[in-house]
């Protein structure tokens, strides 16, 4: 349990509320976190970055953020299906003004009682390197923490392995082996 107490033991966990509006919580272009009653700091900077849980995402702004990254494309039908069905849908903005540019994506499904799988993790190319695929996975944890989510897995490219370990995921310590199954 001291990987969760890590990163949901501060009062602001305790705070988290479930809540549908699109600037829930907002970080500087390094990463750095704050809550929104710090939002005014924000207001005075060129740039903010928004993380929010608003589903109403344009599918053809998260299918160029996809290409950015090198994923190959999928039927927008389908994903807008996965969106809708999903049990968390995790959105990180670049706002300046009133433009907003979808910079980072991530969603879980979940029985939603004990378990969630973390899905679709994506930062734009230009964003990468600054700490945010770390804000959007702890803004991602601390909301599935929130509805008492306490099994937590996700599926990672061999080469995105080491960023999951450094944020506490690891292979199962039951040394159970997942199985897959996929149609012939």
């Excluded at 969760?4 to 809540?19: G, M, P, R, V």
Aim: with cysteine; net charge neutral; charged share 25%.
């Amino acid at each position: 349990m001291g990987f969760w107490k890590t990163w949901f033991s501060t009062s602001e966990s305790a705070t988290t509320s479930k809540t549908t509006s699109f600037e829930e919580h907002t970080a500087d272009a390094t990463g750095n976190s704050y809550s929104n009653s710090d939002a005014s700091a924000a207001t005075r900077s060129a740039e903010r970055i928004v993380f929010s849980t608003e589903r109403d995402i344009d599918l053809y702004e998260l299918e160029e953020l996809c290409d950015a990254v090198g994923w190959s494309r999928r039927p927008l039908r389908k994903v807008k299906k996965a969106i809708e069905h999903s049990f968390l849908v995790a959105s990180m903005w670049q706002v300046r003004g009133n433009q907003r540019r979808l910079i980072g994506f991530a969603r879980a499904t979940s029985d939603h009682a004990f378990n969630a799988t973390i899905w679709d993790v994506v930062v734009h190319p230009d964003f990468q390197g600054r700490g945010l695929g770390k804000a959007l996975m702890k803004y991602v944890l601390k909301k599935l923490r929130s509805e008492e989510i306490s099994n937590v897995t996700l599926f990672a490219d061999p080469h995105v392995v080491d960023f999951y370990r450094t944020m506490g995921f690891m292979p199962d310590p039951e040394g159970i082996k997942g199985m897959f199954w996929y149609p012939h």
